[in-house]
């Protein structure tokens, strides 16, 4: 199914599905200040094969969603996480199985807390517990990488200039890798460079950097009750492990699957054991 953009509550959000809507509904749910791309079409294509009916879409100020004046966002985290639900909305989906990844994970957690109505399971990759522990903050949860907050703090620059930004983009997402696996370069530009194209505006993603959390859930994560499957990677500089083994903790009966070397996001060499894990996490 080609890509649409869907309205809800004034809203536009551009989805996009995979597979016969009879299947099971799986929902994905990218982190900020990325589009649906980076679920990448390979990878849904291998849940739709294995009878699900998979959503993606674009967050706001991403990709061919609904851009705002810049310096003038008007939403807030928990608008995004509230889109989930709305993207179901418009599919008439009563409820689905949710995947997030990095924010996203922290996002399908909230919604989760706040809209458990719509959840069937979630499944948590590269993210970190989104609600303090039902004994208060944690502190044990380890830093980034020294590398990644190097990268971090001199980011920026013009994103007016589509080489610069994709470059920047491009070594990004090799910070991201982790640095105990080759990096295929070459395919992370071909998949920015469309990324940066596509988009309404992609320097709106700059949005996302000052995102304030907005009205987030007081309940703890043990109170979530569906099937949760926990994914990390054990060279995450963003997260490191031990995050998605708290998270794993925290939620009762939650399961912890560790991609060894694997860095944040779904490495393309992960996509058969991941695709498997999911498939099996929502029989």
């Known amino acids: 199914?080609?890509?649409?953009?869907?309205?809800?509550?004034?809203?536009?959000?551009?989805?996009?599905?995979?597979?016969?809507?009879?299947?099971?509904?799986?929902?994905?749910?990218?982190?900020?200040?990325?589009s649906m791309l980076w679920w990448e079409e390979g990878f849904c294509r291998m849940l739709a094969a294995g009878g699900r009916f998979v959503i993606r879409y674009d967050h706001r100020d991403t990709g061919r969603s609904v851009i705002y004046e810049p310096g003038r966002p008007g939403y807030t985290g928990a608008d995004l996480v509230a889109d989930a639900a709305r993207v179901l909305t418009a599919h008439e989906i009563p409820?689905?199985?949710?995947?997030?990844?990095?924010?996203?994970?922290?996002?399908?957690?909230?919604?989760?807390?706040?809209?458990?109505?719509?959840?069937?399971?979630?499944?948590?990759i590269s993210t970190s517990p989104a609600v303090p522990g039902d004994g208060g903050p944690s502190p044990d949860l380890p830093p980034p990488t020294e590398e990644f907050v190097?990268?971090?703090?001199?980011?920026?620059?013009?994103?007016?200039?589509?080489?610069?930004?994709?470059?920047?983009?491009?070594?990004?997402?090799g910070v991201l890798a982790g640095g105990r696996r080759p990096f295929d370069e070459a395919a992370a530009r071909v998949l920015v460079r469309r990324d940066v194209e596509r988009a309404h505006d992609f320097g709106a993603t700059r949005h996302h950097d000052a995102l304030t959390d907005g009205t987030v859930p007081r309940a703890p994560l043990s109170s979530?009750?569906?099937?949760?499957?926990?994914?990390?990677?054990?060279?995450?500089?963003?997260?490191?492990?031990?995050?998605?083994?708290?998270?794993?903790?925290?939620?009762?009966?939650?399961?912890?699957?560790?991609?060894?070397?694997?860095?944040?996001?779904?490495?393309?060499?992960?996509?058969?054991t991941v695709a498997a894990a999911i498939?099996?996490?929502?029989t």
């Not at 997260?239 to 490495?267: C, K, N, Q, S, T």
């Open 224 to 272: 979530i009750s569906v099937p949760t499957l926990v994914i990390h990677g054990s060279a995450d500089p963003m997260f490191p492990l031990r995050h998605g083994e708290a998270l794993a903790e925290r939620i009762p009966g939650a399961r912890l699957l560790v991609l060894e070397d694997a860095g944040h996001g779904i490495d393309r060499a992960d996509w058969t």
């Open 279 to 282: 498939l099996d996490h929502t």
């Open 95 to 124: 409820a689905a199985h949710i995947v997030g990844v990095s924010a996203g994970g922290a996002f399908a957690q909230l919604l989760a807390l706040d809209h458990a109505d719509r959840v069937r399971s979630l499944v948590l």
């Open 150 to 173: 190097r990268f971090a703090a001199a980011a920026g620059g013009d994103r007016s200039d589509v080489d610069s930004v994709i470059d920047q983009q491009v070594a990004y997402a």
């Open 1 to 34: 199914m080609a890509e649409h953009v869907i309205e809800v509550d004034g809203i536009e959000l551009c989805t996009e599905s995979f597979g016969d809507p009879a299947d099971p509904p799986v929902l994905l749910v990218m982190g900020l200040g990325a």
